[in-house]
C-alpha cells in the first residue's frame, strides 16, 4: 500500500480508498448475515457492523500491503 493514489491529477490517500471499498463490503456482509439470520443472536448490531467494518478493513489493507 503506497502512501498516495493519484487520479485525474488529484492525489488522494491510499486509506481513503480502502476505507470506500470496505464500506462496499461491509454493505453485501450486512445483508447476507441478515439474510443468514445471524443478527438475531447478536445483542447491539450496529458494534457488530463497525467491527465487521475493522476487520474488512484491516483485510485490505494486509492485502494491498508491500510484497516484501
Known sequence: MT?????GGV???S???LA???VLLT????RLL???????AVTYRPL?????????LGLLALLTGPSA
Open 15 to 17: 486509506i481513503l480508498l
Open 27 to 30: 454493505a453485501i456482509a450486512t
Open 48 to 56: 457488530v457492523d463497525l467491527a465487521l467494518f475493522f476487520l474488512i
Open 3 to 7: 502512501g498516495e493514489i493519484s487520479i
Open 34 to 40: 441478515a439474510f443468514a439470520g445471524f443478527y438475531r
Open 20 to 22: 470506500i471499498a470496505a
Open 11 to 13: 492525489y488522494l490517500p
